[in-house]
């Protein structure tokens, strides 16, 4: 099995670039994952969001998922649990407005650090999204236009604890799905692990780096490149002993109202004429869709839409 694809952006302007657009091609189109190094954002600046978010896990939310996991009686759990993640987790909407003042139990400091990271995360995913853009053979900045929609993206985060659990090989962290959006941020713990992606029918670790910030594609990219690049399952084991896994994700997605569709550039002709194209829609109208059925395969998702298209001609946006 080829190595998992850890990307050093360090040379990006320089004479490194035509090497590095070239390993992130070949992790687009055969992983859909990929671990980036060097990416601009300091590591004294990870490390401080890191220890606060452990802060806040242990002060606030610690407690509330151990008094969750006994109503519900998980720890005796004799078969496997397929309706149910162990997570402990609180969400973060940045755009296209941010909700942060408002989540309860967040120290003046943390929401501070976490509007900071945001930015720098945001800043990050429109870099990427233009560099797939220039592998893709689109305009530059093609991406995030195709993402706009009439508010501009839809951007938040998902903050994520994984506890020790006492039945491992009875509950997922988190069951295996492939992300809705468009481009996703990971900063994961650089100790524990848990994150595998599934490649040619094998379960395949992410690996944790420290100061990494782990990137997967979205099913809406995988539309737009009429699946040149595809969203990849993914999930969380869980471990039975240590301190728990510690996991940060940013989803920069379409507009609720965005129109996705192919790019007609990606469109082959034959393609088209055999209807091996993937379909155009609203991406809040996928949302509701995806939102009940996360956890099944995507391609029924893609056909459902497909159905249900009504919105002319691919080429029109």
Same mark, same amino acid.
């Given at each position: 099995?080829?190595n998992?694809p ?5 040379? /990006?302007?320089?004479?490194?670039r ?13 992983w859909g ?5 060097? $990416?601009? /954002?300091? $590591?004294?600046?990870?490390d ?19 008094e @969750?996991?006994?109503?519900k009686?998980?720890?005796a759990?004799q ?14 909407? $940045?755009?296209p407005e941010?909700?942060? *003042? ?17 930015k720098?995360?945001?800043k990050?995913?429109?870099?990427l999204?233009?560099l797939?853009?220039?592998n ?8 995030k236009?195709?993402f706009y ?19 491992p ?8 799905? @492939? ?6 941020l990971?900063f ?20 944790p780096?420290? $100061?990494?910030?782990?990137?997967n ?6 539309v ?5 690049? =595809? ?6 084991? @869980? ?10 994700? *940013?989803?920069y ?13 990606l469109?082959?002709?034959?393609a088209?004429?055999n ?6 829609f ?11 059925? =996360? ?17 002319g001609?691919?080429? /029109?946006?």
């Amino acid at each position: 099995m080829a190595n998992f694809p850890v990307i050093n952006l360090e040379n /990006i302007n320089g004479d490194g670039r035509a090497k590095i657009m070239e390993q992130l091609e070949d992790a687009c189109q055969n992983w859909g994952f990929f671990e980036l190094v060097n $990416h601009g /954002i300091p $590591h004294e600046f990870l490390d401080t969001v890191e220890k606060m978010t452990r802060y806040h896990y242990k002060k606030c939310m610690e407690q509330r998922f151990k008094e @969750t996991v006994a109503s519900k009686g998980l720890e005796a759990a004799q078969a496997e649990v397929k309706d149910m993640d162990w997570e402990s987790t609180f969400f973060l909407r $940045h755009l296209p407005e941010s909700n942060i *003042s408002e989540i309860p139990d967040l120290d003046d400091d943390y929401r501070k650090i976490m509007k900071e990271f945001a930015k720098k995360l945001e800043k990050l995913a429109e870099e990427l999204l233009d560099l797939l853009c220039e592998n893709l053979g689109l305009e530059n900045g093609y991406l995030k236009k195709a993402f706009y929609g009439s508010k501009g993206p839809t951007f938040g985060t998902k903050v994520s604890n994984y506890p020790p659990c006492p039945k491992p090989e009875l509950i997922k962290g988190l069951r295996a799905h @492939t992300d809705a959006g468009g481009i996703i941020l990971l900063f994961q713990d650089d100790k524990v692990s848990g994150l595998q992606l599934l490649k040619d029918g094998h379960w395949i670790d992410v690996p944790p780096m420290r $100061h990494a910030i782990v990137v997967n594609l979205g099913d809406q990219l995988e539309v737009i490149t009429n699946g040149k690049y =595809k969203s990849v399952m993914h999930r969380v084991v @869980t471990q039975a002993n240590g301190t728990g896994r510690m996991s940060i994700a *940013s989803f920069y997605n379409p507009g609720s109202d965005a129109v996705i569709f192919p790019a007609p550039a990606l469109v082959e002709k034959e393609a088209e004429e055999n209807n091996n194209v993937y379909p155009k829609f609203v991406f809040e109208d996928y949302m509701k869709l995806y939102v009940g059925v =996360k956890f099944q395969a995507k391609e029924p998702r893609f056909e459902a839409m497909k159905a249900n298209a009504n919105l002319g001609p691919m080429a /029109i946006a």
